[in-house]
């Protein structure tokens, strides 16, 4: 048996096993022999794939620029293979409840005195491009609103989304003023009745971010440049159309795979920069991180 | 023109995207849908949506409005690649009930379009010709319309008192009437979970049929408690007899041998019954029962005619069937005497020489109708005079 192309993720939830698993079956039947580990936290994962342990990682956001960071440091190149189309071009909501003060005023200078609801601390979407945003609006938690964090399953940067699930519920149970959390899950929370429609109105919206996509770093991989090369055409070529591959899609929740792309993290850059969550060289500065 | 429409105040959080939905099912995928609301942080709820849906979506300014622009994708499509047409729902159309359905199928409404990659789900009896009969969408209707509620159906309470030994004539006829109906249950149930769905005509009738026994074992039941008496004797020959039943695997053979020559003798008995029975209740239960014992009937006649249309060589393995039967009871006793008996004293009514003469010609009579009702039935089925009196003969001395 050919040696396989071995990939890093993050066991964020049940369903990743299924979901590994599905695509270990589907590279196989193209004759691509593939396998995957996984690892408890994105931290853990970005240090084994600057230690050679795997051949890829399939990212979180703030995971792909620790490892961008941790790979420069060494004079090494991380690159973005291919991300989902529903990895482009993402946003924050911060959401109030319709009859609140600040969602009828609709002006963040209304956010004076609230307190609003955050994600995990390593959270991208619900928590760092969140302070980073109000940070730029001139509104600084602990001076101009009272910050309350919803933590869950610090490590998986988020992906977990209990933290934001539980900011929505909170929301409703009046315990906080307004919450944060991605645009889809506003919705899925709609859906789920967990925010009733017309309940609540968007107060502020972050600017546009890419979210996960595989990382390969170049120079420090077993795997050879054609097995990433084969890797991601076989990727790009999983059909919606074909009833076979549509499950795991479904799953991990796109339509269609996309070459990866690294210009959708500036925002994120900026945040963990200011935030101070890493370091230039990708060491971890937030001394309240567990992971 | 690209295409407009106004979401108004609707969020995306309270249905809008309906409207989103049925703007789009007008244009093919890569054409534009020009959206516009009114609703904070709509096209950020829209963006978020498309993102999910694989639309693509852009924001302009036209006429000094924000105006999004949802460039259709072909997810929605595209699950329906390769999708199957599982018949149609009406089965008097032509083409609408597959002669063989697919496991790929499954559950679906019968002319649903089916997702590729559905699970399969085998079910043993998948082919039209092994259990279809065109009257039983109308026999269900049938069925269902003359469904009746023992606890007010019957009068239970209509004063009678009969002699002790007709009395206990009766509970034993009851205790006949609820293992052969038990037999009359569990064969078509047993059925029941193996039709393919795509076949609900055949599939309601058969868990309608299901709770008619149902019903019959309850007021039988009902009837031999009604004057304080327990279940009577059950016998090996009895019970050998509906074993054969329950052990026939062919949907079309076990029908045969139920329906048209056991329920079909049980009917003449239910009259026979309605028609002789000393009390009210027990006269009541059985005009009732024979209704629907008729029913079933029709039902075993329907699909074996429409069975033998298909493969008329069929009635060579039906006749062979009731010759197996037979020769698998030869050992038995048959109807029990106590049962026997127990007809004679319900026909009688009393206990008096000049009664039970009576009770006993009258039983003759009834065995002798039953015989000739089995004969009918088989001539309907296309076998010759000679043939038909031969098998009504080897039926079960059991009746059922």
């Keep these: ?291 | 023109m690209t295409p407009i429409i106004d979401i108004e105040n609707l969020g995306l959080d309270a249905g809008a995207h309906l409207l989103v939905k049925c703007g789009l099912g007008a244009i093919p995928p890569g054409g534009e849908l020009r959206v516009v609301g009114s609703n904070p942080g709509w096209e950020t709820q829209l963006a978020a949506w498309c993102r999910a849906q694989g639309h693509g979506m852009s924001m302009q300014q036209q006429d000094g409005r924000a105006v999004a622009i949802v460039t259709r994708g072909g997810a929605d499509s595209g699950r329906w690649h390769d999708a199957v047409h599982a018949g149609h729902s009406d089965a008097t159309l032509t083409g609408a009930v597959a002669d063989r359905a697919l496991s790929c199928w499954g559950l679906s409404a019968r002319g649903a379009t089916v997702e590729a990659g559905t699970p399969d789900i085998h079910f043993r009896l998948d082919r039209k010709d092994e259990i279809w009969a065109d009257s039983a969408a109308v026999l269900y209707a049938q069925a269902v319309a003359a469904q009746w509620n023992p606890a007010t159906a019957i009068d239970w309470d209509e004063p009678f008192e009969l002699p002790a030994v007709v009395e206990d004539a009766v509970a034993q006829l009851m205790t006949y009437l609820i293992e052969n109906e038990e037999a009359a249950l569990i064969v078509p149930a047993r059925f029941l979970g193996q039709v393919h769905p795509h076949f609900r005509e055949i599939q309601s009738l058969l868990a309608i049929q299901v709770a008619d026994e149902a019903r019959h074992i309850e007021v039988f039941t009902r009837r031999l408690h009604l004057k304080g008496r327990e279940p009577a004797l059950s016998t090996a020959g009895g019970q050998a007899s509906l074993k054969t039943l329950l052990d026939e695997p062919d949907f079309s053979v076990a029908g045969f041998l139920l329906s048209v020559l056991g329920e079909g003798t049980f009917v003449s008995l239910l009259n026979f019954l309605h028609l002789h029975a000393p009390d009210p209740v027990t006269r009541q239960i059985a005009r009732l029962a024979a209704r629907d014992e008729a029913r079933h009937v029709a039902f075993g006649m329907s699909h074996l005619l429409w069975r033998l249309q298909q493969e008329p060589q069929f009635r060579t393995r039906l006749a062979n069937a009731v010759q197996s039967r037979n020769d698998a009871l030869a050992n038995t006793a048959g109807l029990n005497e106590e049962v026997f008996d127990a007809l004679i004293l319900i026909a009688a009514g009393e206990f008096t020489p000049q009664a039970i003469a009576a009770g006993y010609v009258r039983v003759q009579q009834l065995i002798a109708d039953m015989a000739a009702g089995r004969q009918v039935r088989l001539e309907r089925l296309g076998f010759d005079k000679e043939a038909a009196q031969h098998l009504a003969a080897l039926h079960t001395r059991n009746f059922m």
């Design chain 1, 1 to 291: 048996m050919a040696k396989p192309l071995l990939l890093g993720a993050v066991a964020y939830a049940p369903k990743v096993v299924t979901i590994w698993e599905g695509f270990k079956e589907y590279f196989r039947r193209h004759d691509f022999e593939f396998d995957y580990i996984l690892y408890s936290n994105y931290e853990r994962q970005v240090e084994a794939q600057l230690d050679g342990s795997i051949d890829l990682a399939w990212n979180s956001p703030l995971a792909w620029i620790r490892a961008e960071r941790m790979a420069r440091a060494r004079g090494l190149e991380a690159h973005a293979l291919a991300m989902r189309d529903s990895d482009r071009d993402l946003c924050s909501v911060l959401v109030a409840r319709s009859d609140s003060h600040v969602a009828i005023t609709a002006d963040l200078s209304a956010l004076a005195g609230q307190v609003i609801g955050f994600g995990a601390l390593d959270s991208p979407q619900a928590n760092l491009i969140p302070r980073d945003h109000l940070r730029a609006q001139g509104l600084f938690a602990g001076r101009d609103y009272t910050a309350r964090r919803f933590d869950e399953l610090s490590g998986k940067h988020g992906d977990h989304i209990g933290g934001e699930r539980a900011a929505a519920l909170a929301l409703m149970a009046g315990e906080i003023d307004a919450a944060w959390m991605i645009d889809g899950n506003y919705l899925a929370f709609a859906r789920e009745g967990i925010l009733p429609a017309g309940a609540t109105r968007i107060v502020a919206r972050s600017g546009s971010y890419d979210h996960c996509n595989f990382t390969l770093v170049s120079g420090i991989s077993a795997a050879s440049a054609e097995m990433a090369a084969r890797f991601t055409e076989l990727l790009l070529a999983m059909d919606w159309q074909d009833a076979q591959v549509r499950p795991l899609l479904e799953l991990e929740g796109l339509k269609t795979w996309l070459p990866g792309r690294s210009s959708g993290y500036d925002l994120l850059i900026r945040a963990v920069d200011d935030e101070k969550f890493y370091d230039a060289a990708g060491n971890i500065l937030d001394p309240d991180y567990r992971y």
